[in-house]
């Protein structure tokens, strides 16, 4: 089976893929513009709402559980946000 999305411009690093020009999503990292309007999003519900666990932003935002944690453990690190 092959994997691939248009979002992704690299090759694809995973063997069964025949070296296609898109890169499988799995050996590839959210492209900055789609993250960054996630952080700005996340920020966002986070000033209106201080109090909302990982688990209602993840609900809010429409995207999964792990995302949402990657993403505020992300805006941890920049310092953008305390815990």
């Given at each position: 089976m092959?994997?691939?999305?248009?979002?992704?411009?690299?090759?694809?690093?995973?063997?069964?893929?025949g070296?296609?020009?898109?890169?499988?999503?799995?050996?590839?990292?959210?492209?900055?513009?789609?993250?960054?309007?996630?952080?700005?999003?996340?920020?966002?519900?986070?000033?209106?709402?201080?109090?909302?666990?990982?688990?209602?932003?993840?609900?809010?935002?429409?995207v999964?559980?792990?995302?949402?944690?990657?993403?505020?453990?992300?805006?941890?690190?920049?310092?953008?946000?305390?815990?």
């Open positions: 092959k994997h691939q999305n248009a979002l992704f411009a690299r090759g694809c690093q995973r063997k069964n893929c070296g296609m020009a898109v890169a499988c999503p799995r050996t590839t990292s959210m492209p900055s513009v789609l993250s960054d309007v996630l952080h700005y999003r996340i920020l966002r519900l986070l000033e209106a709402r201080p109090d909302i666990s990982q688990r209602q932003l993840a609900k809010e935002l429409g999964s559980l792990g995302k949402t944690n990657y993403c505020v453990q992300a805006l941890l690190q920049k310092d953008w946000i305390k815990v």
